[in-house]
């Protein structure tokens, strides 16, 4: 079955099996050498004069640059209970760059190179899958998914959001996220006899099992 598995970049989606299977969405989190260095400057000339400014600057790259992409979408809730209030609303995903990171950014800038580094190598082995999918025909839809990513890549996105977990869904929030699709891939697993059932099954235990960011079925 390993031998079935096959990495994809974003300028090769066309080469994915024209077959039944299951595949995975992900994405490599960037930081240009440009960022890298305009960051690890701003910090090293703020820090002796204010280093809540430096701090500041080590957030904001840390946030823009890396964790503002993985935000969760905000949950829809209610609360209620016998002979009381009904309260409903959205839960929005309560995130903190992790204080000791900050200081230790602030203390040696430098760190930020490493931190790249590992950062370029981390998916899929380290990384949560950004969607989770299936198809009779990987290679269709899989085209479809690229189109709709670069359809919304050139909109305005204020049109309502499509709903989560379709193949609309998925690409509105790529574009949302602006995430470069250069550093997107896709891992593909062709099932192979043409078993559609197969890959039902594969595809509903995968979701359950490994949380995709961007989409669950």
Not at 2 to 20: G, N, R, V, Y
Not at 116 to 128: E, G, K, T, Y
Request: with cysteine; net charge negative; proline share 7%.
């Amino acid at each position: 079955m390993t031998e079935k598995i096959q990495k994809h970049l974003w300028a090769d989606l066309a080469s994915a099996p024209a077959s039944p299977g299951v595949y995975a969405w992900y994405y490599s989190p960037l930081i240009t050498d440009y960022d890298l260095d305009a960051a690890i400057f701003d910090i090293q000339t703020k820090r002796d004069e204010s280093r809540t400014e430096a701090e500041f600057s080590a957030k904001t790259l840390l946030e823009d640059r890396i964790f503002k992409q993985f935000r969760e979408e905000p949950y829809k809730a209610v609360v209620q209970g016998p002979l009381k209030p009904t309260y409903s609303g959205s839960l929005e995903h309560a995130f903190e760059v992790s204080p000791g990171l900050i200081s230790r950014v602030v203390d040696d800038p430098e760190r930020l190179r490493s931190l790249r580094d590992i950062l370029d190598l981390s998916a899929p082995m380290f990384a949560s899958p950004l969607y989770i999918g299936m198809s009779i025909n990987l290679r269709t839809r899989l085209s479809r998914h690229k189109s709709l990513i670069e359809k919304y890549r050139v909109s305005s996105l204020n049109e309502i959001p499509p709903k989560n977990g379709s193949d609309a869904g998925f690409a509105w929030q790529i574009a949302k996220r602006q995430m470069p699709p250069d550093r997107l891939f896709v891992f593909t697993c062709a099932i192979g006899n043409n078993d559609e059932d197969t890959a039902i099954d594969i595809e509903n235990v995968l979701n359950r099992l490994y949380y995709p960011i961007l989409g669950r079925n």
